[in-house]
């Protein structure tokens, strides 16, 4: 039945089969970029997690390996980080030590033990063979507080003015809505030195935090922390939004955050973008960050086989002044510029007439339009299922709404079917921006350069996909189309 084909995505990562959430234990080391992920060996149901594997030379093409870090009896492996030093053991460096004496890059993990008597702790394991295989610290777990809901381990560096690196560790205790501040000259032992939070609504988790330095506007004497956090509800929530990302912009001595201004502002406001976090040691010092496109709310009923689970585009974060604020703009990596820069853009006058195009569904639609001789402008996106997406952009409230809808998607969960909808920065007769990317099941809209993304999952049906271009008054549009033939991975 059409409704029911979900074609596997082709520049974006899903394992071969079975279940996948989070992403864990991103690192760039030499030349690889390596993905974990959650995931469960034995089925497509979130259980028995484990850390998958993947790695990638240029974050588009992914190479599935075997399991790295494997739940047993009693204890699964949730979420957690990765950390590359130099092959002396636990020697402070500041990341460049790739090329220490004998060539090699000790790999540290640190994920949760979450033991099947309710108990979640921090524990550690390392890699001297780049990542393939792990040996567990015999003094696991190495951070214990006894609590039930203490997880997600993510460390970063933090280097002071003398160019001394330390490492900070972030954890959540996710009922309390904390994130719980560890430092340590080695990784090995660590200091509890803040709580942040709790803040913002209750009735939520707290999960997956991280902190990036990034430079407001480019300025390298303007570095601002970005604290990430994804929040879950908890029992009967009305709200349909379910899981979702979120930061705050804020300072950080090495010892705690300190907000700009104490509220989380909604990083992403698709339904499906979760527990993203960014790479270690990526190459100049860049925040590359992968999410989890899915949401608890319906992850488990969503029908793509023999894989359920799929990571994001590889999104570089940067801080932007917009209209005098601060914004978090996320942008995809290198691959997507690359792939529509060898691409011709048509011009479209939409008004009179709709303007039709066919998509492969394995697609990037980079869309520049000027509101003031178009007027609101709407794109169709249609397959083979009983099911419709509609972007549109309303110039008088400069909002951009994506809505998922039909027959199709309302079949997968009640919340399944949904309106985005987002006030870009800035008036709504400027000239903008607007890049799709479908990838089978994964919609992805980056609007002005990344200030504002709305990600989601879709239900199309098989490709081809019609693509249908409308706008209120003749100005043209233009339209920079790429399709992409090559499937990433075999399916
Ligand atoms: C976030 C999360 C984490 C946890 C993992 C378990 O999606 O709930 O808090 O470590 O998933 O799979």
Known sequence: APNG?????????????????????????????????????????????SWGHATSPDLRHWTEHEVALRYRDGEQVFSGSIVATGAAAGAADSGAGHDSADGGTLLTAFYTSAYDDDHQAQSRATSRDGGYTWQPDPQNPVLDRGTSAFRDPKVVRVTDAAGATRYVMLTVEADDRQVLF??????????????????????????????????????PDDIRWVLLLSTNPVGDDPNPDGSSMHYIVGSFDGVSFTPDVAELTRLDHGRDFYAGVTFDSAPDGEAIMLAWMSNWR???????????????????????TVAGVVRLVQQPVGFVGELLAGAEASTFVGASQPADFTLSGHSLVELAWDPASTGALRLLLRGDADALVELSHEPSSNVLIVTRGGAAMEAVHPNFPSTSTVVLPGSGDQPLRLL?????????????????????????????????????????ISATVVDVTVPDVAT
């Open 298 to 320: 319906y992850a488990g009923a969503f029908p793509s086989s023999p894989w359920r689970g799929a990571m994001s585009l590889p999104r570089r974060m940067s801080l932007r």
């Open 5 to 49: 084909h979900v074609p596997r995505p082709r520049f974006h990562f899903t394992p071969q089969r079975n279940w996948m959430n989070d992403p864990n234990g991103l690192v760039y080391d030499r030349g690889l970029w390596h993905l974990y992920f959650q995931y469960n060996p034995e089925g497509a149901d979130w259980g028995n997690m």
């Open 436 to 476: 799709v990317s479908l990838d089978g099941h994964l919609l992805e809209v980056f609007a002005n350069d990344g200030e504002a993304t709305v990600s989601n999952l879709v239900l199309l049906g098989a490709g081809p996909i019609l693509a249908t271009l409308i706008t209120e008054l003749p100005g043209p």
């Open 182 to 219: 560890y430092a340590s000259p080695d990784l090995r032992t660590w200091e509890h030195v803040s709580t942040f939070g709790p803040l913002g609504a209750t009735g939520v988790v707290w999960e997956c935090p991280d902190l990036v330095p990034l430079a407001v506007d480019g300025d």
